[in-house]
């Protein structure tokens, strides 16, 4: 197993590298060119200046969260030609310079939302939150205009040229039902799978957050059965999951640690993350610690251990602590934390396994 930390890039990320290599036991940083927008060739040479620039600071560079879907691949419009075949192009230069795992997403319009990203908690330390009532009554312009009230950096899947046109993307969506996002998802998977194959790279789709349908918008990445027929649609390895705890872990229905035992050979990228759910519906990123949130991390990392697993977890957000500033989620104290504590539960399963 692999620990790796999320690197939004040079000038792009008030973390530096030099920090990140002071966190015991990281060996991967996971990347992107977050200058690209969805539907971009990435190019060789800006990919291999990325990687040449994390390996000289000693980490392994070989998983990429993430590469965006453009949008009419997922609404399954002709001009998705255009853009499957550029994402074919991006598998193969990534592939080429090293890469093994490609992380990605199907959320119609939004990838991820939340309705406050600095929610104070008692300690004073901040985090990301959901209001489920704020979000149910807004629009999808209210809740950008609520979530981005600081503009300084750009958060993924919220860029500037995306939110430009965001009612007209939803309204798009109108006629498109679950069954239909699931067709256009495997019509991408059958063109673009072959290719990972033969440049052995792994196909990770993280699942949607929050798991449930938003703004009436279709959601087909939310629950363990959801899961299974997405593997199924293209049934082969390279086919696989991103599978994020933190995401899923919104919903109590959700079993991660079940989730873990069925999809074993299958999941090629594992997010940590805790999040405290409330009785109405609202939930916090609490700390990594089992006990400040509901989902069960130390189950989560035991059933990791316990099937074997041998590709890249990282810690998913963490909150602001200790007058951290900067892009809300991806801060280094806490991320580092629940780092430090992933790896305590990590080396006791192995002692004691011993
Ligand atoms: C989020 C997402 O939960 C998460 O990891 O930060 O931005 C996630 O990285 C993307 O949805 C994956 O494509
Ligand atoms: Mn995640």
């Not at 209210?142 to 009230?149: A, F, G, T």
Request: hydrophobic share 35%.
């Amino acid at each position: 197993m692999d620990i790796g930390f999320r690197w939004y890039g040079e000038g792009n990320d008030n973390v530096k590298l030099e920090n990140i290599r002071q966190i015991p036991g990281t060996t991967q940083i996971v990347w992107a060119l977050h200058h690209k927008a969805a539907g971009e060739v990435w190019e060789k040479e800006e990919i291999q200046r990325e990687m040449q620039l994390i390996e000289s600071h000693g980490f392994k560079a070989e998983v990429v969260e993430s590469v965006n879907v453009h949008e009419d691949i997922k609404l399954g419009l002709p001009s998705r030609e255009e853009y499957i075949a550029n994402y074919i192009e991006t598998i193969k230069n990534l592939g080429g310079a090293g890469v093994k795992v490609i992380c990605y997403n199907f959320m119609p319009v939004f990838d991820w939302i939340r309705t406050d990203l600095a929610k104070e908690m008692p300690d004073g330390s901040t985090a990301l939150f959901y209001e489920k009532d704020l979000l149910n009554d807004a629009s999808p312009q209210d809740i950008i205009e609520r979530v981005l009230q600081n503009p300084e950096f750009t958060m993924p899947g919220w860029e500037p040229e995306r939110l430009s046109k965001i009612e007209d993307t939803i309204q798009q969506y109108e006629s498109v039902s679950e069954d239909d996002l699931f067709s256009n998802l495997q019509y991408f998977l059958e063109r673009v799978i072959p290719v990972c194959k033969e440049h052995d790279v792994r196909l990770a789709i993280h699942p949607d957050d929050p798991p449930w349908s938003v703004f009436n918008l279709p959601r087909i990445v939310s629950n363990q059965e959801q899961l299974q027929r997405i593997l199924s649609l293209v049934d082969e390895e390279h086919n696989g999951l991103t599978l994020c705890s933190g995401a899923l872990g919104a919903n109590k229905e959700n079993d991660v640690p079940a989730m873990i035992h069925a999809f074993q050979n299958r999941i090629h990228f594992a997010h940590v993350r805790n999040v405290y759910r409330y009785d109405n519906g609202d939930f916090i990123e609490s700390s990594h610690r089992e006990e400040d949130g509901s989902v069960p991390i130390t189950d989560i990392m035991n059933a990791y251990y316990d099937i074997g697993y041998k590709g890249c977890i990282r810690p998913d957000h963490g909150r602001h602590i200790w007058d951290e500033e900067g892009r809300p989620g991806y801060g280094l104290y806490d991320r580092a934390l629940g780092i430090m504590y992933m790896l305590g539960i990590w080396d006791q399963k192995r002692k004691e396994q011993k």
